[in-house]
């Protein structure tokens, strides 16, 4: 079975500065892996998704991710955040088989001016 | 806009009934895909459908069920109702295949509340 794991489940930060949100997962088989957005009183966005190739996956808004086998993660980055960031982010995970996906519990991006 | 439609928005009731939650997928996806939401357990994955049938079962109660109508409609039935089971229920779909890969577009929820 999946699981994945949020290390954070709040980040201040100012406007223009650069973010990670930290996401770690751990899976027997090989996994997809997702990063999705919730803006207050909505349903959830695809940011971002790893399949396979390139380890650095790049997103809407700005946003990117690196898979990082080894240590079994899969943070979010981006280099310079806006008020309109704020949202929660969700780490998500698949495996290529089963079908389900598994979300983190969540991290709550609060951008302030 | 996802396209995914749920309804109602929002539900209030009391413990012991019983509510349906509806879900109208985008057009063409035959994947519909029930989460529910709450503050201490997070986003939790409950059942997926796909063109009617029954795909995957997550954390799923007995005293709930689901089911995929012809038209690709779904309906989550939550029965004996506890406090605890006040959440927010999302629906999503997913494109023609199902694969696990797939981008799910997510509706804005019902927001259920059991008093």
Redesign the interface.
Known sequence: AQSVTQLDSQVPVFEEAPVELRCNYSSSVSVYLFWYVQYPNQGLQLLLKYLSGSTLVKGINGFEAEFNKSQTSFHLRKPSVHISDTAEYFCAVSDIEGGKLIFGQGTELSVKP | D?G?TQTPKHLITATGQRVTLRCSPRSGDLSV?W?QQSLDQ????LI?YYNGEE??K?NILERFSAQQFPDLHSELNLSSLELGDSALY?C?SSGTG????E??F????TQLSVL
């Open positions: 996802s995914v895909y989460y997070g986003l939790q994955f997926q795909r995957a997550g999302f999503a199902g694969a696990t890969n981008k799910l997510f509706g804005s929820g």
